[in-house]
C-alpha cells in the first residue's frame, strides 16, 4: 500500500465486509502518524464494531461512505473542532450507540426493522452477553435493544415523547414517516415548537423523536 503522504488529509474511512472486493487492507496500527488522532479513534471504533478491515483513502469528500456489512453509510468526517478533548486528555468523538429496553425482542424487532426500516448489524455478538438482544444500524451509530426487565414504568408517561427522555433521529421527510405510523396505526405528536419533527413511542414505551434534515 502506497504511505500516505504528509500533505494528504486522511478525511474519509471505508469499511469493506469480507464478501465485497477488498483493497488497500492495512491495520489500525498500521495508520500514519500524519493522520490526526480523531480519525485514529473513528477508525478504532469501526474496527470493533464491525470486526472489518480498515480501508485508507486520502481524498476530499463532504460525505464520505462507509461500506458496512455491504451497507454504504453516509457519514460526516469528523473535524477536529468537533473532539471535546477533557483535561485528562479523553477525546469524545460521537455517540456510538443508545440502550433501550424491551420485553420482547421479536416485538421490538418487528418495531424497528418493518415499520422504521432499520437493518441489523450482524457484525456484533449476540453470545457473549447473559440476555437477548440485537444491534441496529441508525446511520452510522446504532440502538442496542436488549431484553430486560424495565425498572420504569410503562404507564403514566407524557403523552408528549418531548417532554420524556427520548432518542432522537434525523431523517430526510416527516411527512413520509407519518404515513407509515397512520398506515400501522400507532400514535404520534408533532413538534410543539412547529419545526419537522415527529414523535412516537416503541412497544415498550420508549419515546423516539425524529427529526427532519
Known amino acids: 500500500m ?21 483493497v488497500n487492507r492495512v491495520s489500525i496500527s498500521t495508520l500514519s502518524g500524519n493522520i490526526p488522532s480523531c480519525y485514529k479513534a473513528v477508525a478504532r471504533d469501526y474496527r470493533r464494531t464491525t470486526g472489518n478491515c480498515l480501508i485508507t483513502q486520502a481524498k476530499t469528500s463532504i460525505q464520505p461512505e462507509v461500506y458496512m456489512e455491504g451497507v454504504i453509510h453516509k457519514v460526516v468526517p469528523v473535524e477536529e473542532s ?13 455517540i456510538h450507540h443508545v440502550g433501550l429496553l424491551c420485553e420482547n425482542l421479536e416485538r421490538s424487532l418487528d418495531f424497528y426493522q418493518n415499520i422504521l426500516g432499520l437493518k441489523k448489524n450482524e457484525a456484533r455478538p449476540n453470545d457473549k452477553l447473559p440476555y437477548r438482544g440485537a444491534w441496529l444500524w441508525v446511520g452510522s451509530e446504532m440502538i442496542h435493544l436488549m431484553e430486560l426487565p424495565n425498572p420504569d414504568p410503562l404507564t403514566g408517561r407524557p403523552e408528549h415523547g418531548g417532554r420524556d427522555r427520548h432518542a432522537c433521529i434525523a431523517i430526510r421527510d416527516v411527512s413520509k414517516l407519518k404515513e407509515v405510523l397512520d398506515k400501522a396505526g400507532i400514535p404520534y405528536t408533532l413538534s410543539k415548537s412547529g419545526r419537522p ?10 419515546a423516539l423523536e425524529f427529526t427532519q434534515v
Open 82 to 94: 468537533t473532539i471535546i478533548d477533557g483535561s485528562d486528555g479523553v477525546e469524545i468523538v460521537s
Open 197 to 206: 419533527a415527529i414523535f412516537t413511542r416503541d412497544p415498550d414505551a420508549n
Open 2 to 22: 502506497a504511505a500516505i503522504s504528509s500533505s494528504a488529509i486522511l478525511t474519509s474511512f471505508s469499511v469493506l465486509s469480507p464478501n465485497l472486493k477488498e
